[in-house]
């Protein structure tokens, strides 16, 4: 079965910091992989997305994240850390079913905090 | 440019009623997906809908439906509310393409009494 793993409940890091967002994934097949983030009481923000190509991946806001392979890893990095990056992180897999439009299988999400 | 749109915002219901939830796809987007979102959980697939049928459907019982209108919005339906059911229901647009991404808006918070 496919899953997303993001075994941190929360990331603590302080302004200026580099922060990395932890995200594990399993499927089978090619992954196709995804980054949102969420405000509170707010939708999710697509960040980036993995298909395929470089395993280095920019996204939106400063975001970047790094696919590896053999580590079955889709960790979310940025070199400095602002204080309105707070929010929910959420890394997804896409189905790999229904084609190119299979729906995303979520983590449970990683809450980040950046102080001051 | 509008985004996904959804509407109500919030709703509170009691156990045993019906609910409808509308969404209104961002410009250009023709795929629209459901998703809950328990409160601390990542979002969980309901079902998605592509020329006015339902594609995918995820581990939801019948009491939840839709419907995609000619226009590719879309409707949530769902009957015999129970408590468990309150949660931020989630809309996602994309277009019919390859790995395009899906276009969340901001929710309906429902709330069951």
């Known amino acids: 079965a496919q899953s997303v793993a993001q075994p941190e409940d929360q990331v603590n890091v302080a302004e200026g910091n580099p922060l990395t967002v932890k995200c594990t994934y399993s499927v089978s097949g090619n992954p196709y992989l995804f980054w949102y983030v969420q405000y509170p009481n707010r939708g999710l923000q697509f960040l980036l997305k993995y298909i395929t190509g470089d395993n280095l991946v920019k996204g939106s806001y400063g975001f970047e994240a790094e696919f590896n392979k053999s580590q079955t890893s889709f960790h979310l990095k940025k070199p400095s850390a602002l204080v309105s990056d707070s929010a929910l992180y959420f890394c997804a897999v896409r189905a790999n079913y229904g084609g190119s439009q299979g729906n995303l299988i979520f983590g449970k999400g990683t809450k980040l905090s950046v102080k001051p | 440019d509008a985004g996904v749109t959804q509407s109500p915002t919030h709703l509170i219901k009691t156990r045993g009623q019906q609910v409808t939830l509308r969404c209104s796809p961002k410009s250009g987007h023709d795929t629209v997906s459901w998703y809950q979102q328990a409160l601390g959980q990542g979002p969980q697939f309901i079902f998605q809908?592509?020329?006015?049928?339902?594609?995918q459907r995820g581990n939801f019982p019948d009491r939840f439906s839709g419907h995609q209108f000619p226009n590719y919005s879309s409707e949530l339906n769902v009957n015999a509310l129970l408590l468990g059911d309150s949660a931020l229901y989630l809309c996602?647009?994309?277009?019919?393409?390859?790995?395009?991404?899906?276009?969340f808006g901001d929710g309906t918070r429902l709330s069951i009494l």
């Open positions: 996602a647009s994309s277009f019919n393409g390859f790995n395009q991404p899906q276009h």
């Open positions: 809908y592509y020329e006015e049928e339902e594609r």
